[in-house]
C-alpha cells in the first residue's frame, strides 16, 4: 500500500534557527508532493506544490527564501522552515500523490514548536 | 471567503445513532477526499472520489459536481469514529492542481 513517512515527528527550535524535516513515499513514486501547516485552531494551509519536471510552486504567504523544498527523485522531499519565530509553530504536514488528479496520501506530520 | 466550507463545525452523537456531514464547493473541483485526523494529528484517507458514491463499512460518501457539495454520512456511530473530520476538493490546475481543505467537523462519539 502507500505510505509516507515523515521526520522527525516533533522537533523543537529556538527563535531565529532553523529546522529542516523530510518526507518519504514508499510503495509508489511521488510525482507531486505538496507541504501545507496545520497551526493550531486553523485549517491545513498549502504551503508549496512540488511536481517532478516543473517549478515549485509556492502559496501566497509562503517564499521559497522562508521555506526551501528539495524534491530530488520520486521517493523523497525535504522542507527547511529558515528563521522560525512563533508564528511558525504548528503540524507540517507532506502529502504525495502519483499523477495530477491521483489520491493523496499524507505523512504523520512534523511538530515544530519553537521557542 | 471560504473555497470549501465544512458544516457542522462540531458534532456530538450518541453511539449507535447516524449522521451526515458536509462540504459545499466554490472552486471548480475534479476529485474529493474525506479524511480522520486522530488527536497525534496523523490524517487517514476515508474517501477519494470522482462524481459519484463510494461505501466502505459504516461509512458512505458521494460527490455531486454538478451541485457542488460532497456528503459523508455516518451509520452507527460507535465511540473510534470520534475525531476531527476533514474534506478536501482538489481543482482543476493539472500538475499545479492542489488540494483545499474544509476547516473540519470535529465529532464526539458518546456512550
Known amino acids: 500500500g502507500a505510505l509516507v513517512y515523515q521526520y522527525p515527528r516533533r522537533t523543537i527550535c529556538k527563535s531565529g534557527t532553523s529546522m529542516r524535516m523530510e518526507c518519504q513515499a514508499v510503495g509508489f513514486q511521488a510525482t507531486s508532493v505538496a507541504w501545507y501547516r496545520q497551526s493550531p485552531q486553523k485549517t491545513f494551509e498549502l504551503i508549496a506544490l512540488?511536481?517532478?519536471?516543473?517549478?515549485?510552486?509556492?502559496e501566497q504567504n509562503f517564499t521559497q527564501e522562508k521555506f526551501p523544498i528539495s524534491h530530488p527523485n520520486l521517493s523523497f522531499s525535504s522542507m527547511t522552515v529558515l528563521n522560525a519565530y512563533l508564528e511558525d509553530r504548528g503540524l507540517y504536514l507532506c502529502g504525495a500523490r502519483v499523477g495530477n488528479y491521483a489520491e493523496q496520501f499524507f505523512g504523520p506530520g512534523t511538530r515544530l514548536t519553537v521557542l | 471567503g471560504d473555497q470549501v466550507k465544512q458544516s457542522p463545525s462540531a458534532l456530538s452523537l450518541q453511539e449507535g445513532t447516524n449522521s451526515a456531514l458536509r462540504c459545499n464547493f466554490s472552486?471548480?473541483?475534479?476529485?474529493v477526499q474525506w479524511f480522520l485526523q486522530n488527536p497525534r494529528g496523523s490524517l487517514m484517507n476515508l474517501f477519494y472520489?470522482?462524481?459519484g458514491t463510494k461505501e466502505n463499512g459504516r461509512l458512505k460518501s458521494t460527490f455531486n459536481s454538478k451541485e457542488s457539495y460532497s456528503t459523508l454520512h455516518i451509520r452507527d456511530a460507535q465511540l473510534e469514529d470520534s475525531g476531527t473530520y476533514f474534506c478536501?476538493?482538489?481543482?482543476?490546475?493539472?500538475?499545479?492542481?492542489?488540494?483545499?481543505f474544509g476547516k473540519g467537523t470535529k465529532l464526539s462519539v458518546k456512550s
Open positions: 478536501a476538493a482538489l481543482n482543476s490546475g493539472g500538475s499545479n492542481a492542489k488540494l483545499t
Open positions: 512540488s511536481t517532478v519536471n516543473s517549478a515549485i510552486k509556492y
Open positions: 472520489l470522482v462524481p
Open positions: 472552486i471548480a473541483t475534479t476529485t
